[in-house]
């Protein structure tokens, strides 16, 4: 889809953003990092999901050096599915899985060689990893490694697929200070023709009187997806959005905005999809703009994504979407009422 833009006089510009707090990366500690990584992850949700963590076993590389990593840990037969909106992990609920979504099983600890990790430097933990999401609680297992004098740990998780890169997505989006902005235009002027009343009652938003314009913009950002050995399997380069409403003339709403595309690349198995929409309309003195972009990846099969406006022109406009895959989005929407306050 292409971009629309709308043109914006300001005055007076107000901004606020809504990104997440950032606390700084985790640290590479053997014993510890696998907590940390969970903790995060379960903090993006808003807490919506928690873990808990306990060590099955403990040992060293070498050890394991030609062990299939499918022979420590066993496949759950379901996942810990979600999409995130920058720093937001969103929606995190259980699927059941009938095909294995990650060939990394297979693989076996030799690996870390090829990419500059020496097995006599590195350690592993096997845990048994407690998920409870609403009052569902179920379990599986993973594997931490960690190379203690590098800096360096990962994890191996079948069941919270790409949990390391879904933190490190999240933090580093954080500590670029990436979020929601908000924006404001004070500008305001007396209703014309009001009598008496003309003199304190002047155009607005409900959400804010003393506001006549007002929009949100999310700025574009990629995340990326990898493996234990540190190799990309997804990319994703998600556009940015922008919704607003502004009070006209004659004090009624005439929503803007824009939706930027987005790209993305699969790799080694991975497909992705991509699609971007935006909607607009007014009903009576109420104007919405919503604009948004989904991504979506998968395993072995091709991933779709396919967006279509619904109820165009009126405030009841929205985006429905078609989506075969895991999403991650960008975007949102803005509603509000003008009249004279």
């Known amino acids: ?61 070498e050890e394991i050096a030609d062990a299939p990593f499918g022979d420590l840990i066993a496949s759950s ?58 009052s569902e609680v179920k379990q599986h297992q993973a ?8 800096g360096h740990c990962t994890i191996l998780d079948p069941t919270v697929l790409f949990v390391d890169s879904i933190v490190q997505n999240r933090q580093r989006l954080a500590a670029e200070g990436w979020g929601r902005q908000a924006v404001v235009v004070k500008r305001n002027e007396r209703a014309p023709g009001l009598g008496d009343m003309g003199i304190t009652a002047v155009c607005g ?30 990319r994703k380069v998600l556009g940015a959005q922008k919704s607003g409403i502004r ?22 198995g991975w497909s992705c999809a991509c699609d971007n929409d935006f909607g607009y309309g007014t009903t009576g003195g109420t104007g919405k703009w919503i604009a948004e972009t989904k991504c979506t990846h998968k395993f072995a099969f091709q991933a779709q994504a396919s ?18 895959g895991t999403p991650d989005a960008n975007g949102g929407q803005m509603m509000d009422t003008c009249g004279y306050y």
């Open 1 to 61: 889809m292409h971009p629309v833009r709308v043109g914006l006089a300001a005055i007076g510009l107000s901004f606020l953003a809504a990104g997440s707090a950032w606390a700084g990366a985790i640290k590479a500690e053997p014993g510890a990092y696998a907590e940390a990584v969970y903790a995060e992850y379960a903090a993006g949700t808003g807490h919506q999901v928690s873990f808990e963590v306990k060590t099955l076993a403990t040992g060293k590389l």
């Open 77 to 134: 037969g379901h996942r810990v599915d979600a999409w995130q909106v920058g720093t937001e992990i969103r929606d995190p609920h259980f699927i059941t899985t009938a095909v294995l979504e990650t060939q990394e099983l297979e693989y076996t600890a030799a690996g870390f060689k090829k990419v500059g990790y020496p097995l006599e430097l590195g350690t592993y933990r096997t845990l048994q990893v407690s998920t409870t999401i609403g």
């Open 143 to 150: 594997i931490e490694f960690c190379w203690a004098v590098l």
């Open 205 to 234: 938003l409900a959400s804010n009187p003393s506001v006549k314009d007002r929009y949100y913009s999310w700025s574009g950002y990629t995340i990326t997806y990898k493996d234990i050995f540190g190799i990309t399997l997804i």
């Open 247 to 268: 009070c006209d003339t004659s004090c009624l709403p005439s929503p803007y905005g824009y939706s930027y595309a987005s790209s993305c690349q699969g790799f080694l």
């Open 307 to 324: 967006a279509s406006v619904t109820d165009l022109g009126s405030a009841n406009v929205n985006i429905s979407w078609s989506l075969d």
